[in-house]
Nanobody, 123 residues
Framework: QVLLVESGGRLVQTGDSLRLSCTAS????????IGWFRQTPGNEREFVGV????????RYADFLAGRFRMYRDKRKKTVYLQMNSLKFEDTAVYYC????????????????WGQGTQVTVSS
């Protein structure tokens, strides 16, 4: 079992950049693909991206158009989500999650979740 904790969410302006962190403990970090999802009130969790166990490969939601990037620090057991050119519609609670299954975009395929971190983008 792995415990995930997100951090880094805050209020920013349109066009700003922000980096979120997802730090793991209590498990074998290298076993898991790590995904990022986001959720707004009344909506389902939306896939943002996923990174491979090695950190060498990533996959992102099409709507991001290259604005976000994930990378993995094995020594720190942390996955980062670098968000650039933020838009008002990026406002959401961002969650990281872990799964042993490769390249899943369905939140139901993830077994472990963090508590979420709020990102608010003001227009």
């Amino acid at each position: 079992q792995v415990l995930l904790v997100e951090s880094g969410g805050r209020l920013v302006q349109t066009g700003d950049s922000l980096r979120l962190s997802c730090t793991a403990s209590g498990g074998t970090f290298s076993k898991y693909f790590i995904g990022w999802f986001r959720q707004t009130p009344g909506n389902e969790r939306e896939f943002v991206g996923v990174i491979s166990r090695s950190g060498e490969m990533t996959r992102y939601a099409d709507f991001l158009a290259g604005r976000f990037r994930m990378y993995r620090d094995k020594r720190k057991k942390t996955v980062y989500l670098q968000m650039n050119s933020l838009k008002f519609e990026d406002t959401a609670v961002y969650y990281c999650a872990a799964t042993e299954q490769p390249w899943k975009e369905d939140s139901e395929q993830y077994n472990y979740w963090g508590q979420g971190t709020q990102v608010t983008v003001s227009s």
